[in-house]
């Protein structure tokens, strides 16, 4: 079955340094893809980035990039030189092949960049 | 600029009473969604739909009905709405299997 999880529920570090968010996911398929959100404290979702399971590339977008890990299926979120603005919860997702027209998310992971 | 608007914004509904809630896209995209959030939680997959006049079931589709009357439009109906079903409700569509989501802004439900 297929599942999404972010074990981290909150996080805090200080404006200007790097994080990373922790994601792993399960599927049976050989090719699916990832994906990762962002939900504003006014409750805005927005996407930032995706993986392509058979790019072997990381992909990056901005100050985003991922750590795709496909032997652990594992796809973490690095954002560098963070902003106080960067504030938000970070949502992992999936679809794969089996359902393709279903996205599962993860529980989200709360970023709290300080000053 | 392409967008997912969502209607009402914020509803209080009473408990045994009919809901709709409403999403409009004109990102041309065939594919859209309709996801539950509770405090804490992540999304959760109530319905989805991958063409007009055809609707499928997500996740957690007890208590709720979905219709597609347009590519467009997309619309959640509660039938009989009870205090379980307070959250807030999002739509969202895609274009393609394997493209990214854009979301609607979100209908917070109130069920009393």
């Known amino acids: 079955a297929q599942k999404v999880t972010q074990t981290q529920t909150s996080i805090s570090v200080v404006e200007k340094t790097t994080v990373t968010m922790d994601c792993v996911y399960e599927t049976r398929d050989s090719s699916y893809f990832l994906f990762w959100y962002k939900q504003t404290a006014s409750g805005e979702i927005v996407f930032l980035i995706r993986?392509?399971?058979?790019?072997?590339e990381n992909a990056t977008v901005g100050h985003y990039s991922l750590n795709f890990q496909k032997p652990k299926s594992s796809i973490g979120l690095i954002i560098t030189a963070t902003q106080i603005e960067d504030s938000a919860v970070y949502f992992c997702?999936?679809?794969?092949?089996?359902?393709?027209?279903?996205?599962?998310f993860g529980k989200g992971t709360h970023l709290h960049v300080l000053p | 600029e392409a967008a997912v608007t969502q209607s009402p914004r914020s509803k209080v509904a009473v408990t045994g009473g009919k809901v709709t809630l409403s999403c409009h896209q004109t990102n041309n995209h065939d594919y859209m969604y309709w996801y539950r959030q509770d405090t804490g939680h992540g999304l959760r997959l109530i319905h989805y739909s991958y063409v007009a006049d055809s609707t499928e079931k997500g996740d957690i589709p007890d208590g709720y009905k979905a219709s597609r009357p347009s590519q467009e439009n997309f619309s959640l109906i509660l039938e009989l709405a009870s205090l379980s079903q307070t959250a807030v409700y999002f739509c969202?569509?895609?274009?393609?299997?394997?493209?990214?989501?854009?979301f609607g802004p979100g209908t917070r439900l109130t069920v009393l």
């Open positions: 969202a569509s895609s274009d393609g299997q394997g493209a990214e989501q854009f």
């Open positions: 993986q392509d399971s058979y790019k072997k």
């Open positions: 997702a999936m679809r794969d092949h089996t359902n393709a027209y279903k996205v599962i």
